[in-house]
């Protein structure tokens, strides 16, 4: 299976404690997306990547939320200082930006459930 | 800020019956893609649709774009336990922004 895979599937921690969640994209995708999807609602966007470049930043929820994508594979997302409110699940998401005239489509990892005790 | 809103927000209905639900902006739409998604897991694309007025069949699921590209519809014929889960439509305005996801329906199906 070649899709987008996240690790870890699920993750508990106590709140002020840091957190590193990893995406890898289907590999021949360029762009890299991270979201996050609390109970009841639709994904909510937060950053993006274009090969190892961060397109946009300015919708990651607090300077707590930071992420990376430096050889333009795979990408991390890391809360500091977690709190309660950041419990939710983290998906990732790629695309072949700019091949086959279907940019807009985007696929998913599994996701990463976060709980914040 | 651009909204896409989705109605029912819930849905329960029978085996057998048919269904539709609905995605709609003040907005025109580069594309659109609809997504189910299962507890626990990331959606899963079913169709992107592109020009106004399009329809487009996957089995018993037909996707429909309106003519000004502002609004879409899913609907199922003789729904099955299977179609349970999330449905979730997301809109890309401009071909090179991200998307923007409604907060979906979630769909049972009872058999």
């Known amino acids: 299976d070649t899709g987008v895979s996240q690790d870890p599937r699920h993750k508990i921690t106590k709140r002020g404690q840091n957190v590193t969640f990893r995406c890898d994209p289907i590999s021949e995708h360029n762009r890299l997306y991270w979201y996050r999807q609390t109970l009841g609602q639709g994904p909510e966007f937060l950053t993006y990547f274009q090969n190892e470049a961060q397109l946009e930043k300015s919708r990651l929820l607090s300077d707590r939320f930071s992420a990376e994508r430096p050889k333009g594979s795979f990408s991390t997302l890391e809360i500091q200082r977690t709190e309660q409110g950041d419990s939710a699940m983290y998906l990732c998401a790629s695309s072949p930006w700019g091949t086959s005239g279907r940019s807009g489509e985007q696929f998913f990892g599994p996701g990463t459930r976060l709980t914040v005790l | 800020t651009q909204l896409l809103e989705q109605s029912p927000q819930f849905l329960s209905i029978q085996e057998g019956e048919n269904l539709t639900v609905y995605c709609n902006s003040s907005s025109v739409f580069s594309s659109l893609q609809w997504y189910r998604q299962e507890p626990g897991e990331g959606p899963v694309l079913l169709v992107t649709?592109?020009?106004?007025?399009e329809v487009k069949k996957l089995k018993r699921l037909t996707f429909q774009f309106g003519d000004a590209r502002k609004d879409s519809s899913l609907h199922i014929t003789a729904a099955q336990p299977g179609d349970t889960g999330l449905y979730l439509c997301?809109?890309?305005?401009?071909?090179?922004?991200?998307?923007?996801f409604g907060k979906g329906t979630r769909l049972s199906v009872i058999a």
């Open positions: 649709v592109v020009t106004g007025g």
């Open positions: 997301a809109g890309d305005w401009s071909g090179n922004t991200p998307l923007v």
